[in-house]
């Protein structure tokens, strides 16, 4: 598959994945940024907002579950590149500094997110 059927423009509100939705990709934001949202019908809680060089939907792509928030194009011409299962098997095995990657912001987003879990049930 060449590089340019890997690459897909969204433009500003543009649903990349939604929550809940099953995929096997990891994404890396090329221009643009990407939204990392809850939604809760109409009401969208962004979590994070990526920017180029960042990655997301690394959980699914890992384990095959369903993604845990949407993806959601937060500015104009937002490129990004998807991984499938292979490719990122592939470039695990061959590249550990990938590899190493991918679980240092694994690590970070689980702390983070551990730290806003423990705030919120301390202070409800």
């Given at each position: ?18 929550e809940g939705s099953t995929g096997r990709e990891l994404f890396v934001v090329l221009d643009g940024k ?86 919120t049930a301390a202070n409800p």
């Amino acid at each position: 598959m060449t590089i340019e059927k890997c690459i897909n423009v969204f433009d500003v509100d543009d649903v990349i994945f939604e929550e809940g939705s099953t995929g096997r990709e990891l994404f890396v934001v090329l221009d643009g940024k990407v939204d990392i949202a809850k939604m809760n019908g109409t009401n969208k809680t962004v979590i994070v907002t990526l920017g180029k060089g960042e990655f997301f939907g690394e959980m699914a792509v890992i384990d095959g579950s369903s993604r845990s928030a949407s993806a959601i194009a937060a500015a104009p011409k937002t490129r990004v590149m998807r991984i499938n299962h292979a490719r990122f098997v592939y470039l695990v095995s061959q590249q550990p500094a990938f590899a190493l990657m991918i679980m240092d912001a694994l690590s970070k987003r689980l702390r983070a997110s551990n730290t806003i879990t423990y705030r919120t049930a301390a202070n409800p």
